[in-house]
């Protein structure tokens, strides 16, 4: 009933654009969905994907994640970002987003996270659920450009918005009344000239200048009046409608966060659990053909290791390093086939033995916000984890109220 | 006298109005009047020109005019500008557009604002706004 309780509130708290899962992330908006990356799932060690593609964000996003297979029990892993400096009062039109020149102020997000489970492979046991808590940060410092077929598309959406404000003058100068008012323009134009002004000029000017006003928006609306029914209207629609963000080329982002454990469930009692930072990297290649992405991660792990959940070094602030990488298959679209290798080095401690992560991930968009993901490999503990479900999104959406987009797909 | 209108029509025509026309009063003097234009939310698509007295001094700027030099202040005297800007919905950004013109160097800075939602993802609004410079 409690679960009930803060799931209910997250929703309305959060009318924003939401996201649900089943063991995997999902990202939904209007034409797209991505996995999200971020950090905060990452330093909680619930991450679907340790190494996580570069995204464009939206200002808010709020995701869940759920350790079961079906929507029999309520999630039990949330998270949410906050891209700060797009709530800000400036305001960064499309063609910003094709270049590096403010790729920091777009994509710095801070992220927060919160999950209730057990151990890995133990995820559902209540007895062995504690309380985590994360946060995270996350910015681009090399972030690619749009594709030829990106700006492409935007190009095109340009030039139908020329063609509406040629459409716009030549409607203003066809107008029968666009003789009176340009008359009228004159003569104040005439009385500006003179140094002073009698009182009856002023009236007159006064006059003129609420006629002009009045003639000016009279002509005008007349035209955005009409303009919803024109062809070039609908173009420019078309245009906007077939634009979408893909980027291709090299890319380096940085995130880095900290975790809390409260092993008795009380506020007053916590631990860190987890602190580090991380460099992905690589080649994004748009949706279509390889992705090559690579990653180096110092993880500081003040009781527990990720590599031996079962306490051989508990409490021996062990740190450590992982490289690995991850090369993905984008296919029209609709498949995502991807592979992640991680090793685990174990700084300063010889009692652990190294380790390493291979998962296999696929996605397949079944519909517009809809997606269906399989992920099947070896975690760093030894675990076999699998897991595969449809998205039931749209009960989810109409929750959270999704009028925004988290990210376009890059 | 005019019939006066509800305030249901006045909010109406207040919300959905994209022309505006507005005087800015400068002086005499060789200091520049420059122009930002700031349109739409963020993720929109903006494209803006400009005519003063019919002459066309902007074509084609996408997304921002930041501090466009509009010319001195006496030199502004008894001339329109018209500021035409289109800002069109990309599907999945925010439904509400907007426009943010500004001017300083004048004897007071100037802004003016308005916004208006599109009913339809990848819908454009046309916004103008015409000003005339005057000493008096």
């Not at chain 1, 009062?89 to 102020?105: I, M, P, S, V």
């Not at chain 1, 077939?242 to 090299?250: D, I, P, S, V």
């Not at chain 1, 993880?299 to 508990?314: H, W």
């Not at chain 2, 009063?25 to 700031?38: A, C, E, Q, W, Y």
């Amino acid at each position: 009933m409690k679960k009930n309780i803060l799931f209910f509130l997250l929703t309305v708290i959060f009318s924003a654009k939401g996201f649900a899962q089943v063991t995997v992330d999902s990202t939904i908006k209007l034409d797209l969905l991505q996995s999200p990356a971020s950090p905060a799932f990452n330093i909680l060690g619930i991450a679907l994907n340790d190494i996580e593609r570069p995204t464009d964000l939206s200002s808010f996003a709020l995701s869940i994640q759920q350790a079961t297979n079906n929507f029999t029990t309520m999630p039990n892993s949330y998270a949410f970002q906050v891209a700060p400096f797009l709530l800000t009062k400036r305001k960064y039109t499309l063609n910003e987003f094709d270049n590096g020149a403010n790729a920091f102020k777009q994509s710095f997000l801070i992220s927060a996270g919160f999950t209730h489970i057990g151990p890995k492979g133990k995820e559902d046991i209540d007895s062995l659920k504690t309380t985590k808590v994360g946060f995270g940060i996350k910015f681009s410092i090399v972030r690619p450009g749009w594709t030829n077929s990106t700006r492409l598309a935007y190009n095109n959406l340009i030039k139908a918005q020329q063609q509406l404000l040629d459409d716009a003058r030549i409607y203003e100068q066809n107008h029968p009344k666009k003789a009176l008012l340009e008359k009228k323009k004159l003569r104040l134009k005439i009385l500006e000239d003179k140094d002073t002004l009698t009182a009856n000029e002023t009236a007159e000017r006064q006059q003129l200048l609420e006629d002009i006003a009045t003639l000016d928006g009279e002509i005008f609306e007349g035209f955005t009046d009409e303009l919803p029914s024109t062809a070039n209207y609908d173009n420019a629609k078309k245009a906007a409608l077939a634009f979408k963000t893909e980027r291709r080329g090299f890319f380096l982002d940085f995130s880095g966060g900290a975790a809390l454990d409260f092993p008795d469930n009380r506020f007053s009692n916590s631990k860190v659990y987890r602190a580090g930072m991380w460099f992905t990297g690589g080649h994004e290649n748009g949706n279509s053909g390889f992705s090559f992405l690579g990653i180096a991660r110092y993880l500081y792990n003040p009781e527990t290791i990720f590599a031996d959940p079962g306490g051989l070094v508990k409490g021996s602030n062990v740190s450590t390093v992982d490289m690995g990488g991850r090369i993905l298959l984008d296919g029209k679209e609709k498949f995502l086939f991807s592979a992640e290798a991680l090793y685990r080095s174990i700084l300063g401690n010889s009692l652990v033995k190294p380790s390493w992560r291979l998962v296999l991930n696929a996605e397949y968009d079944i519909s517009m916000n809809r997606k269906l993901t399989f992920a099947f490999g070896r975690d760093f503990d030894g675990t076999i984890s699998k897991g595969g479900n449809l998205i039931a999104a749209i009960n989810l959406i109409a929750g959270f109220g999704t009028d925004r987009k988290i990210s376009p797909k890059n | 006298m005019p019939k006066a209108k509800s305030i249901k029509t006045q909010f109406k025509e207040s919300s959905t109005k994209t022309a505006h026309f507005d005087t800015y009063k400068i002086d005499k003097s060789d200091n520049k009047i420059l122009m930002n234009v700031f349109p739409g939310d963020t993720g929109q698509a903006a494209l803006t020109e400009a005519y003063l007295d019919n002459v066309k001094i902007i074509e084609a700027a996408e997304g921002a005019v930041d501090s466009f030099e509009l010319g001195a202040n006496k030199k502004l005297k008894g001339k329109f500008l018209e500021v035409y800007t289109v800002v069109t919905d990309i599907p999945g950004d925010p439904d509400l557009t907007s426009f943010r013109f500004q001017l300083n160097g004048g004897l007071n800075p100037y802004e003016y604002f308005v916004e208006k939602t599109v009913q339809n993802q990848g819908d454009s609004v046309i916004y103008k706004i015409t000003i005339f410079f005057t000493t008096h």
